[in-house]
């Protein structure tokens, strides 16, 4: 057993295959948007139902407001460097080294890359170089399929989903959080090196929206949910939360999960 296998059973639980992440890394581009405003409260309300595997966050809310009960995976962020108000949230490039990760006690590394954009290059070299830093650490590497305002349309396109996975995982990616469609998802799993995992993108209508989107994501073959502002922006998100777990690691049906929700909240 490597160094790499034993951190990535610490985000895919080896019993189900499955991996539910909370992102909360949102505020490295976005500032204090809702939901995450009292960050170290968000983490202590979804943190006590001891269902989270692993959290997707920031030097800075690791140093300064992570403080879990148990042990849960820890998923560091090291691309940032543009903001949604600068002039363009694309030009990404790497800002925390993987030794610093390591000294924070993180079990894997994000980077975004922004294919299709005009930085294209620039996201996937530091990609492919945070690849080769991360597995000299036998640390695991989780690609980040970023779009941007001039991309958004594309979290539909499959093709583009497709491709986009696929070149994140061959310059070096040991996981990917890309979007989901529900036409030809399969044809992005199935075209991938690595395990898929889904993002939340645009806050879903209800919480009953969550639950069929990761329900269908699951059963065209992703291994689980990098899923932000759909959970901590629920009315509910302890209870959303319980029920978004009996998809992943119990395969319940959508309706069981309704079920889980409706009993949570009552």
């Known amino acids: 057993m490597t160094g790499l296998k034993n951190r990535m059973k610490r985000i895919i639980k080896p019993d189900t295959g499955r991996s539910l992440v909370i992102a909360i890394d949102h505020g490295y581009a976005l500032g204090p948007v809702k939901g995450i405003v009292d960050i170290a409260g968000t983490i202590r309300e979804l943190d006590a139902t001891g269902q989270v595997d692993a959290w997707l966050l920031t030097k800075g809310i690791f140093r300064h407001a992570f403080e879990p009960a148990g042990s849960p995976g820890v998923i560091l962020r090291i691309s940032g460097g543009a903001t949604i108000t600068g002039p363009d949230i694309t030009n990404e490039g790497l800002v925390t080294s993987v030794e610093e990760g390591l000294s924070l006690g993180a079990d894997a590394m994000a980077v975004s890359a ?69 036409q030809g998802f399969e044809d992005v799993v199935a075209g991938c090196l690595v395990p898929i995992m889904i993002a939340g993108g645009p806050k879903c209508e209800t919480d009953l929206d969550t639950l069929k989107m990761i329900h269908g994501a699951l059963q065209r073959g992703a291994c689980g949910i990098v899923m932000g502002r759909n959970i901590w922006q629920s009315p509910h998100p302890a209870a959303l939360l319980n029920a978004v777990w009996h998809l992943i690691h119990k395969n319940c049906s959508v309706v069981e999960a309704q079920d889980v929700l409706e009993k949570s909240t009552a």
């Open 114 to 182: 922004f294919i299709g954009s005009e930085n294209e290059r620039e996201t996937l070299v530091g990609l492919a170089r945070a690849a080769d830093d991360c597995h000299r650490w036998n640390v695991p590497l989780l690609g980040v399929i970023g779009l941007g305002k001039a991309l958004g349309e594309k979290k539909n396109d499959t093709r583009f989903l497709a491709l986009s996975a696929r070149v994140a995982a061959e310059h070096g990616a040991d996981m990917i959080k890309t979007y989901y469609t529900e």
